[in-house]
């Protein structure tokens, strides 16, 4: 129900930018983000986006990284710029609901130095 595309092997100061569509099925959305695992850690917070446009990043990210959404508001993305080699992890989207939480299927993005 989410599908999220655009991670890859990038060098350091680098950029790259993910997508997470949801599908028709989900309605209902009023948050729309970014979380990132990487090996050996938990998963956390990157950005999240809410249907009135309110957005929130985690420290370690802002002035780096942008999180926005398409007018249908069914697809969201996250232009990541200034790329480190901490920044590598798996990337996920996640959808919340007014009754559920959606996660997509998580994708890699690998920062080298």
């Known amino acids: 129900q989410l599908q999220a595309s655009g991670g890859g092997l990038v060098q350091a100061g680098g950029s790259l930018r993910l997508s997470c569509a949801a599908s028709?099925?989900?309605?209902?959305?009023?948050?729309m983000g970014w979380y990132r695992q990487a090996p050996g850690k938990q998963r956390e917070l990157v950005a999240t986006?809410?249907?009135?446009?309110?957005?929130n990043y985690a420290d370690s990210v802002k002035g780096r990284f942008t999180i926005s959404r398409d007018n249908a508001k069914t697809t969201v993305y996250l232009q990541m710029n200034s790329l480190k080699p901490e920044d590598t992890a798996v990337y996920y989207c996640?959808?919340?609901?007014?009754?559920?939480?959606?996660w997509g299927q998580g994708t890699l993005v690998t920062v080298s130095s």
């Open positions: 996640n959808t919340k609901t007014l009754f559920s939480s959606y």
């Open positions: 028709g099925s989900i309605s209902s959305i009023y948050l």
């Open positions: 986006i809410t249907s009135g446009g309110n957005l």
